[in-house]
Each structure stands twice: as C-alpha cells, then as structure tokens.
C-alpha cells in the first residue's frame, strides 16, 4: 500500500486528561481545525500520543520537518520553539522517550537524511488528572497556534 507523506510532521504528544499536560495534542488539534477553515496550508499530518515510542521513528519517514509538541514546566513562557539533533540518552531505554533519542534511532534505523526536528515546548503549570488547561497555559497555546500557522506558511513557500 502506497502511503502519500505530507513534507511536515506535527507530533503532539501529552495526556489531554491532564490537565496543561494536554497541551501537544489539543494543539494539534487546533491546527487541524485551521486548515479545515482554509486557515493553514495542507502540508503536514499530525500524529498525537500520550509518550514518544520507538515505532514514531517510521513516522517520520519521508518527511522534510518534524515538530515535536509538548507541555513543558521550563519553558520561556510562552513556549520554546528549538532544533534537535539525534542523541542517544537515557529515555531511550525508558518508558518514555526524548526527541532527541527518537532521532537518534531514526537515524539509526531509516538511514536516510534526517529531516529538519524542533521541539515546540508549550509553557505549562499543571498536570493534576482530571482537570483542564488552566487559563494562563491556554493563553500560551493560542500564541502557539499562530507561530505554528506562521512556520507552516513560511514551510509552504
């Protein structure tokens, strides 16, 4: 089965039942919406988890960038946009898994070019299950949606 791969990757991963700890996924889903609206240019899949596993490095195949999207307690509010390079480090044999060692076996494994990786670290306070995102982490998706709106506008030209 043929497999069309857009050039963008958004992978949101966080528990939306966690309070900001959602914050990857529902941005995405923000972002999904946007381009439903016109809003956003139609060059990338999402991908949303609760944790980063090893099989994420398939993903990412074929791909021309990947943004890695995450709560994030030490963050510059509102959030952090940085690229990533392949490392091998400890969560690479943990339950959950860095970006930076999922690119370390992307590498390791797919052998092709490394596609262009940031991490999008969303500001964030509270993780308690069963609570929402708080207002002031809310506040900071809403900026993460315009910057990532933006980076797929300047990704499309």
Request: proline fraction near 6%.
């Amino acid at each position: 089965m043929f497999v069309d791969h857009k050039p963008v990757l958004l992978l949101g991963y966080g528990n939306l039942s966690r309070g900001d700890d959602g914050l990857g996924p529902a941005l995405l889903e923000m972002i999904v919406e946007d381009r439903a609206l016109g809003r956003a240019p139609d060059i990338f899949d999402t991908l949303t988890d609760y944790q980063l596993q090893i099989e994420h490095a398939l993903d990412m195949q074929k791909r021309r960038l990947v943004v890695f999207i995450d709560a994030s307690i030490s963050a510059t509010a509102p959030f952090d946009y940085s690229r990533l390079e392949p490392c091998r480090d400890n969560s690479y044999t943990s339950h959950a898994m860095s970006p930076a060692a999922l690119l370390a076996v992307y590498a390791q494994v797919c052998g092709e070019p490394l596609p262009d990786a940031y991490l999008l670290g969303i500001s964030a306070y509270q993780f308690e299950l069963g609570t929402s995102i708080t207002p002031q982490a809310g506040e900071h998706l809403a900026l993460a949606r315009n910057f990532v709106r933006e980076l797929l506008l300047q990704w499309q030209a």
